[in-house]
Each structure stands twice: as structure tokens, then as C-alpha cells.
């Protein structure tokens, strides 16, 4: 019976172990799309801009580049936030320009340039 307990315990200790999870990092990731005259064709761009010890910590810098955007004060330059993501809208038709950057934070394990299933 004694054994029994043993093995059990083992047997507990294993599998709580297996279901931990490792200390990971959190990366806000910036994306940024264009559209405009002769913009048509480019392809959307993704990066990391910088990592943190804790999710919460990543969200308040992924908040502060969003500010940071939706700060800039240039002349012919409208930026609008909707959730992550900001739309920036820059000169006159018709040659405007509309760039929509988008954030996210995820895992340090996670890279959006990846395709999906590799």
C-alpha cells in the first residue's frame, strides 16, 4: 500500500511538471500595411520593436507606441486609433497615402512572419 502512495505521488509530481509552463517573454510586434498612388502591390511588413519580462508590462509598451503614433504632430498627418491597431493618413488626393499599423503581444515562442503550420 505504502508503494502505492509513492507511485502516485510520482506519478502526480510528473504530470504537474509536464503542464508548467517555462519563463517565457512577451514582444509587442508592430505591422504595417500601405495603401496608396503606386503603394498597391506592397507587401505588409511585421517586426518585433521590443520584449518584456511580464504580459502586462507588454501591453503597457505596446500602449505607449500607440500614443506614441497617435502623437505625431505634422502638419497634413491624421492618425486615428481603432483597438491595436492605428490608421495614419498622410497628404492630399491624389497622392494620399493611408498606412494601417497594427500591434500585438505574443509570446517570445510566436513569430507572426511565419506561415502557419511550419
Given at each position: 500500500m505504502?508503494?502505492?502512495?509513492?507511485?502516485?505521488?510520482?506519478?502526480?509530481?510528473?504530470?504537474?511538471?509536464?503542464t508548467?509552463?517555462?519563463?517565457?517573454?512577451?514582444?509587442?510586434w508592430?505591422s504595417a500595411?500601405?495603401i496608396?498612388?503606386?503603394?498597391?502591390?506592397?507587401?505588409?511588413?511585421t517586426?518585433p520593436?521590443?520584449?518584456?519580462?511580464?504580459?502586462?508590462?507588454?501591453?503597457a509598451?505596446?500602449?505607449?507606441?500607440i500614443?506614441?503614433l497617435l502623437?505625431?504632430?505634422?502638419?497634413?498627418?491624421?492618425?486615428?486609433?481603432v483597438g491595436?491597431m492605428?490608421?495614419?493618413?498622410?497628404?492630399?488626393p491624389?497622392?494620399?497615402?493611408?498606412?494601417?499599423?497594427?500591434?500585438?503581444?505574443?509570446?517570445?515562442?510566436?513569430?507572426?512572419?511565419?506561415?502557419?503550420?511550419?
Open positions: 505504502r508503494r502505492l502512495v509513492q507511485l502516485m505521488a510520482a506519478v502526480c509530481l510528473l504530470c504537474s511538471a509536464a508548467a509552463y517555462p519563463e517565457c517573454s512577451w514582444v509587442v508592430a500595411s500601405v496608396g498612388r503606386g503603394l498597391m502591390d506592397k507587401p505588409t511588413q517586426w520593436t521590443k520584449a518584456f519580462p511580464t504580459k502586462t508590462e507588454c501591453d509598451g505596446r500602449n505607449q507606441a500614443a506614441r502623437a505625431t504632430d505634422v502638419s497634413g498627418v491624421k492618425a486615428v486609433r491595436d492605428v490608421s495614419v493618413l498622410v497628404g492630399d491624389p497622392d494620399r497615402t493611408l498606412t494601417t499599423y497594427w500591434f500585438a503581444c505574443l509570446l517570445d515562442t510566436i513569430d507572426p512572419r511565419r506561415e502557419k503550420g511550419k
